[in-house]
């Protein structure tokens, strides 16, 4: 039989047929140890091509995992030096978030990529860092009716679907697997009037070897960027993107992207680090939309989902009582989120919507407004020195929403460079 012995800590790794192993004898004991290489017994001359074929494949594999590994410079894991240095990109143009370190700094980034302003207001940048990694920043809300208005369009649509944006473009999107996951509206249509074109852009990149991106925004843009990621990740499952780009997300002050099962898969396929939500407690835009949660939101296996066939098996006081109680329950959620998606979805479509985007197809609503935070979080707690910084007075309504409170609280609790 042919063998291959590799010698490595004084011992001999050529495969025994008749053991079906590694054989693993010290040299001075081992018969098939005075070639490096190759070893053929004396009593036969066969050459065995399985077990070559086998340690070729083992040896390929293994490079091409190491190499595979070196391919790609972002790294897993919350970098606040990282997440704060692409916010200030995206509100400065510049990584350098101290503007009296701004002028004598060496800037990594560049930008290639200015997008035009489409669908709700909707806008993005393409940087490219000087060791070939991308870096796209979604725009939040503008002091634009419109841009509010893509906001308050929370009626829930299906996580799965296609939008007809105009009478010759219809958007298919996936941005989770569960049926029951759901999605805002008019994020999702934000997503749909920008996805085209980041998607040729990464395309762009990718064939000048980029292979690295990061998807960074801030409050409607950093919502953006969760269902962004997600639309991405499903694109590269059908084949549609390249499979070994890798993206990394920084959603800062995001509000809730969808329902509980889209939360679920999106914190799912970025597990290991790859996506974060930054909130500053005081912060209340990360507690918007307005949450209902309803007993069909919930898992099927809830004792609450089945209440009322449960009820149904009890003795009359307690079904009646009990049923009253449940009718009551169920009944008041039920007619809020009917409100709900009736003027933050029909309302708002007919009144605003239409008017930014004439042929955009109002799409079907799903009976839910059950909002959920998405993302590993990366919370900033406002301590008394940020109080006395940002002190509450009543006439700024987004005093916390800002980029100075939320770099100075990452400076004090992530990068301890307290002020």
Same mark, same amino acid.
């Given at each position: 039989?042919?063998?291959?012995?590799?010698?490595?800590?004084?011992?001999?790794?050529?495969?025994?047929?008749?053991?079906?192993?590694?054989? &693993?004898?010290?040299?001075?004991?081992? #018969?098939?140890?005075?070639?490096?290489?190759?070893?053929?017994?004396?009593?036969?001359?066969?050459?065995?091509? %399985?077990?070559?074929?086998? @340690?070729?494949?083992?040896?390929?594999?293994?490079?091409?995992? #190491?190499?595979?590994?070196?391919?790609?410079?972002?790294?897993? /894991?919350?970098?606040p030096?990282?997440?704060?240095?692409?916010?200030s990109? &995206?509100?400065? /143009?510049?990584?350098?978030?101290?503007?009296?370190?701004?002028?004598?700094?060496?800037e990594?980034?560049?930008k290639?990529?200015?997008?035009?302003?489409v669908?709700?207001?909707?806008?993005?940048?393409?940087?490219?860092?000087?060791?070939?990694?991308?870096?796209?920043f979604i725009?939040?809300?503008?002091?634009?009716?419109?841009?509010w208005? #893509?906001?308050?369009?929370?009626?829930?649509?299906p996580?799965?679907g296609?939008?007809?944006?105009?009478?010759?473009?219809?958007?298919?999107?996936?941005?989770?697997?569960?049926?029951?996951?759901?999605?805002?509206? &008019?994020?999702?249509?934000?997503?749909?009037? =920008?996805?085209?074109? =980041?998607?040729?852009? !990464?395309?762009?990149?990718?064939?000048?070897?980029?292979?690295?991106?990061?998807?960074?925004?801030?409050?409607?843009?950093?919502?953006?960027a969760?269902?962004?990621?997600s639309?991405?990740?499903?694109?590269?499952?059908?084949?549609?993107?390249?499979?070994? !780009?890798?993206?990394?997300?920084?959603?800062?002050?995001?509000? %809730?992207?969808?329902? =509980?099962?889209?939360?679920?898969?999106?914190?799912?396929?970025?597990?290991?680090?790859?996506?974060?939500?930054?909130?500053?407690? @005081?912060?209340?835009?990360?507690?918007?939309?307005?949450?209902?949660?309803?007993?069909?939101?919930?898992?099927?296996?809830?004792?609450?989902?089945?209440?009322?066939?449960?009820?149904?098996?009890?003795?009359f006081?307690?079904?009646?009582?009990?049923? !009253?109680?449940y009718?009551?329950?169920?009944?008041?959620?039920?007619? #809020?989120?009917?409100?709900?998606?009736?003027?933050?979805?029909?309302?708002?479509?007919k009144?605003?919507?239409?008017?930014?985007?004439?042929?955009?197809?109002?799409?079907?609503?799903?009976?839910?407004?059950?909002?959920?935070?998405?993302?590993?979080?990366?919370?900033?707690?406002?301590?008394?020195?940020?109080?006395?910084?940002?002190?509450?007075?009543?006439k700024?309504?987004?005093?916390?929403?800002?980029?100075?409170?939320?770099?100075?609280?990452?400076?004090?609790?992530?990068?301890?460079?307290?002020?």
């Amino acid at each position: 039989m042919f063998y291959i012995c590799f010698q490595h800590m004084n011992i001999c790794h050529h495969y025994c047929n008749s053991l079906s192993r590694l054989c &693993g004898t010290p040299f001075s004991r081992c #018969a098939y140890s005075s070639s490096p290489l190759i070893h053929y017994p004396n009593y036969k001359n066969q050459l065995n091509l %399985k077990n070559l074929v086998i @340690a070729f494949l083992i040896g390929i594999c293994t490079l091409w995992s #190491a190499n595979s590994q070196a391919q790609h410079i972002i790294q897993p /894991g919350f970098d606040p030096q990282e997440y704060i240095t692409l916010l200030s990109l &995206g509100f400065f /143009g510049s990584s350098m978030p101290d503007s009296n370190l701004r002028k004598n700094y060496n800037e990594p980034y560049q930008k290639i990529y200015t997008s035009p302003e489409v669908g709700l207001k909707n806008k993005w940048w393409l940087y490219q860092r000087n060791d070939k990694v991308g870096a796209i920043f979604i725009r939040g809300t503008i002091g634009d009716n419109v841009s509010w208005a #893509a906001n308050f369009y929370a009626g829930m649509i299906p996580a799965k679907g296609s939008l007809q944006l105009n009478d010759s473009t219809t958007f298919p999107y996936q941005l989770a697997t569960d049926e029951k996951a759901n999605v805002h509206a &008019g994020w999702t249509v934000a997503l749909a009037s =920008m996805a085209p074109d =980041m998607v040729a852009k !990464i395309k762009d990149l990718y064939n000048q070897g980029v292979k690295d991106f990061y998807i960074v925004g801030h409050s409607q843009g950093g919502v953006i960027a969760f269902l962004t990621r997600s639309y991405f990740h499903y694109l590269q499952q059908n084949g549609e993107l390249p499979k070994d !780009i890798l993206f990394k997300t920084y959603c800062s002050a995001a509000p %809730k992207p969808g329902n =509980m099962y889209y939360a679920y898969d999106f914190e799912f396929i970025t597990k290991g680090g790859w996506a974060y939500t930054i909130v500053n407690a @005081a912060d209340w835009v990360p507690e918007s939309p307005y949450t209902i949660q309803r007993i069909q939101d919930m898992n099927p296996l809830n004792p609450l989902v089945n209440a009322k066939q449960l009820l149904k098996k009890q003795k009359f006081p307690l079904r009646f009582v009990g049923g !009253i109680i449940y009718n009551k329950a169920n009944r008041k959620p039920r007619k #809020a989120q009917e409100l709900y998606t009736k003027y933050l979805g029909e309302k708002v479509y007919k009144l605003a919507i239409k008017k930014a985007m004439p042929q955009l197809k109002q799409p079907q609503y799903v009976e839910s407004v059950n909002y959920m935070r998405a993302g590993s979080p990366v919370i900033l707690l406002p301590d008394e020195a940020y109080r006395q910084r940002f002190p509450d007075n009543g006439k700024d309504f987004f005093l916390h929403h800002h980029f100075a409170p939320y770099y100075f609280l990452l400076k004090r609790q992530y990068l301890s460079q307290g002020e």
